[in-house]
């Protein structure tokens, strides 16, 4: 079973440019989240999906982050524009609703604003 | 209040040893989850044991055991003995409620670094 796939790994942007990022979840995973990670920190929730429709995003900034999952399948994040402290790796994750609700992480997109 | 406290920012063993990675939660919610996440190097998330709050015996998984004292909010995750690739980030998260699909909240993370 294929994992939860991210796109870019990797991405250098310069303040005030937009960036976007791309998540494709585990096959049959209805629930979907994309989580920002600070250098040193833990991973912190920014949105929820189930399906197509957003289940929690009240710790998205929403002046500058959007994100959508039109088709409840894939989904993308963008920053427009990125400020210096997004600064982060942007993890997406799936879950299923059973297995005790596990979420699977994908690999994560580094980013990094000059 | 922080919903996770990992108060050991870092951590020592050598190999074959075991290790106590220390976890504390803070939840008026009768019904919670308790998980234990590997990153390595490499950035991804790994899964490594799940604990219930109404799970009866403590939770096992090959080499990870996850010591829950309930009275104490604590869910220390014990890592017999070690291997060099064990050498990672390792993180505490809680999932509050009965619903599977609710968010985690994660701890600051201890990392784990594993000598020969």
């Known amino acids: 079973e294929a994992g939860v796939a991210q796109s870019p790994r990797y991405k250098i942007i310069e303040k005030r440019q937009s960036v976007a990022f791309w998540c494709n979840p585990i096959?049959?995973?209805?629930?979907l989240y994309w989580y920002q990670q600070i250098l040193g920190q833990g991973p912190k929730l920014l949105i929820q999906?189930?399906?197509?429709?957003?289940?929690?995003d009240s710790q998205l900034p929403k002046d500058r982050f959007s994100a959508e999952r039109l088709k409840g399948v894939d989904s993308t994040l963008k920053i427009q524009p990125a400020k210096l402290e997004d600064s982060a790796v942007y993890l997406c994750?799936?879950?299923?609703?059973?297995?005790?609700?596990?979420?699977?992480f994908g690999p994560g997109t580094r980013l990094t604003v000059l | 209040a922080q919903k996770i406290t990992q108060t050991q920012p870092g951590m020592f063993v050598q190999e074959k040893e075991a290790v106590t990675l220390d976890c504390t939660y803070d939840?008026?919610?009768?019904?919670?989850?308790l998980f234990w996440y590997k990153q390595p190097s490499s950035g991804e998330m790994i899964f490594l044991i799940y604990?219930?709050?109404?799970?009866?015996q403590n939770a096992t998984e090959g080499r990870y055991s996850l010591n829950f004292q309930k009275a104490r909010k604590s869910a220390n995750l014990v890592i017999s003995a070690s291997q060099l690739g064990d050498s990672a980030m390792y993180f505490c998260?809680?999932?509050?409620?009965?619903?599977?699909?609710?968010?985690?909240?994660f701890g600051k993370g201890t990392t784990l670094s594993v000598s020969s």
């Open positions: 939840t008026s919610d009768p019904s919670y989850g």
């Open positions: 096959s049959g995973h209805a629930t």
């Open positions: 998260a809680m999932r509050e409620g009965s619903q599977a699909g609710t968010a985690l909240i």
């Open positions: 604990q219930g709050s109404y799970d009866q």
């Open positions: 994750a799936s879950t299923q609703g059973q297995d005790w609700g596990t979420q699977y």
């Open positions: 999906f189930q399906n197509n429709g957003v289940v929690d």
